[in-house]
């Protein structure tokens, strides 16, 4: 089966920092991307890791480990216009299919 | 910045009317997908496409559903008979290839309201 598991919900505070975990069990794996998603628009994509090991993207990192299929997505100096859901997505292997989690809502207050 | 774009914004329709819901994938993408998202779930896959034909279909994508790209630009989906669960919000994406450091580039979707 395929199982894609991100916490529902975060609330961090402006300026800090926060780490959202993503672990997965799915048939296959070609790589790990993360979006954004505000509410009523479209994903849209932040960062992707094929490889174990960090990415870093100006504020935003994310950190692979295949062997324990875990994910986490950072963000540093958090900004009230980071309030999103944050979306992991697995590509499976030999297919073209992105297999979603279900979104982490965070909510930065000021 | 290229993007993908999707016609119309907002679809009502009654019950077991067809609908076709309209994109344009980003001009130089030669891998074109469809993905649905109920309201307060998960974005799904429905399909995705390349050189005019399907190449992957999940569950969802019964023989009520197609895909067509009628010309060099439009990739459309349609629904022949919608039901009261096909009210999601339908995205349209793209891709440069199935290279797994290729992104699937999201369009701003179309809001499908079954009544």
């Not at chain 1, 048939?27 to 509410?39: E, M, T």
């Not at chain 2, 910045?1 to 994109?23: A, D, K, W």
Request: glycine share 8%; proline share 4%; hydrophobic share 35%.
């Amino acid at each position: 089966g395929q199982n894609i598991d991100q916490p529902t919900e975060m609330t961090a505070t402006e300026g800090a920092i926060v780490q959202i975990n993503c672990t997965y069990q799915t048939s296959g794996f070609n790589g790990l991307f993360w979006y954004q998603q505000h509410a009523g628009e479209a994903p849209t994509f932040l960062s992707y890791n094929v490889l174990d090991g960090l990415e870093e993207k100006g504020r935003f990192s994310s950190f692979l480990s295949r062997s324990k299929g875990y994910s986490y997505l950072l963000l540093k100096e958090l900004q009230m216009k980071d309030s999103a859901s944050y979306l992991c997505a697995v590509l499976q292997n030999g297919f073209q299919k992105l297999v979603f989690g279900t979104g982490t809502r965070l909510l930065v207050s000021p | 910045e290229p993007e993908v774009t999707q016609t119309p914004s907002h679809q009502v329709t009654q019950m077991g009317q067809e609908v076709i819901l309209r994109c344009v994938p980003i001009s130089n993408h030669l891998y074109f997908y469809w993905y649905r998202q109920i309201l307060g779930q998960k974005v799904e896959f429905l399909v995705s496409f390349y050189n005019n034909e399907i190449s992957e279909k999940s569950e969802i994508f019964d023989d009520q559903f197609s895909v067509e790209r009628p010309d060099g630009s439009n990739f459309t989906l349609k629904i022949r008979s919608t039901k009261l669960e096909d009210s999601a919000m339908y995205f349209c994406a793209s891709s440069e290839s199935t290279v797994s450091t290729d992104t699937q580039y999201f369009g701003p979707g179309t809001r499908l309201t079954v009544l």
